[in-house]
């Protein structure tokens, strides 16, 4: 059945000053004051830039931002999600124990922590100053759909994607330096998810499964946000093609099919108040494109073992 949500994104440049305290305390001012803002839209999760404590500081005094979680800045964005009943990606540079991390902490609506993603893949240059790299990206449960993350370098880089796809991630949270640009839409439509990036200044999007760029910030507007419907499958359009039209003479537009006719796919979303998605699949005997993809993959392995004098 339909489950929609808001994502809001920020982007946003950091704080002022001489010193890591008036720079951190002016970068959580103006990342409150824009989370504010996006909170008028009514967002299920908004989401700010990579390790925003730091934007603009070099190398020194951006390592020493870094702080616990409970800390400071994790204080001041819970009392913000708890005021607008939304989850916040707060990224930041963070601090446990002897160790130091480039991090996206997930708060949920009640100010608590839902779960933190350390970026598997630092830089050289965070390497070199001490940057603990992230073991794997899990994904987290919340109460609108299944969050994963990745942050700025890791985009680079399969592991971190596969690592999301396998633990059925609907919505991945970039938080980052650089845009990232096409890599977001092939991370998007190769594993059928939603993306959503917040980068410095201008330049954040959100992207649909197929790849598509359904929002952008500019230096004119750099909050964005888009309700999207999170009750979904990826599917082929080979043999499934043969059901659309039975599927859209009993339901209408109670079931939508976005079609990629290039690239043989389509998006089959379910907007009906008791059906989901799953359920028209087992109607209508579909197969999504894994389960495609999988059950030609064990007919090529079959054939090959057959060809094997």
Request: with cysteine; proline share 5%.
């Amino acid at each position: 059945m339909a489950r929609y949500a808001r994502i809001a994104t920020i982007s946003m440049s950091g704080g002022s000053g001489d010193t890591v305290a008036e720079r951190t305390r002016t970068a959580v001012d103006r990342a409150v004051a824009n989370i504010d803002r996006a909170a008028a839209d009514s967002p299920d999760i908004i989401v700010l830039p990579e390790t925003f404590t730091g934007l603009g500081c070099g190398t020194e005094m951006w390592l020493a931002t870094a702080e616990p979680v409970p800390g400071p800045t994790y204080e001041r964005l819970a009392e913000r999600a708890r005021r607008h009943n939304c989850h916040i990606v707060c990224p930041i540079v963070r601090q446990d124990g002897p160790r130091t991390y480039n991090s996206a902490i997930l708060i949920g609506r009640d100010g608590g922590v839902i779960g933190v993603y350390d970026k598997m893949h630092p830089t050289v240059s965070e390497l070199s100053v001490g940057i603990t790299p992230g073991a794997s990206a899990d994904v987290f449960e919340t109460d609108f759909g299944r969050v994963g993350f990745a942050i700025c370098f890791d985009l680079n880089f399969r592991d971190v994607v596969d690592d999301l796809a396998r633990g059925g991630a609907e919505l991945v949270c970039f938080a980052s330096m650089y845009r990232g640009g096409l890599q977001t839409r092939i991370w998007a439509f190769d594993h059928a998810v939603y993306f959503a990036s917040a980068t410095p200044d201008e330049g954040s999007v959100i992207v649909d499964p197929l790849g598509n760029v359904l929002e952008q910030s500019d230096r004119y507007e750099p909050i964005i946000s888009r309700r999207v419907n999170l009750d979904y499958a990826d599917m082929h359009i080979d043999e499934n093609h043969r059901q659309c039209d039975a599927i859209k003479a009993k339901y209408g537009d109670a079931v939508e099919l976005d079609i990629l006719s290039p690239e043989a796919r389509f998006i089959l979303y379910s907007h009906h108040a008791e059906l989901s998605v799953k359920d028209i699949i087992a109607e209508f005997s579909l197969e999504t494109t894994s389960e495609y993809f999988a059950r030609s993959n064990r007919g090529r392995e079959e054939a090959l073992r057959a060809a094997s004098p």
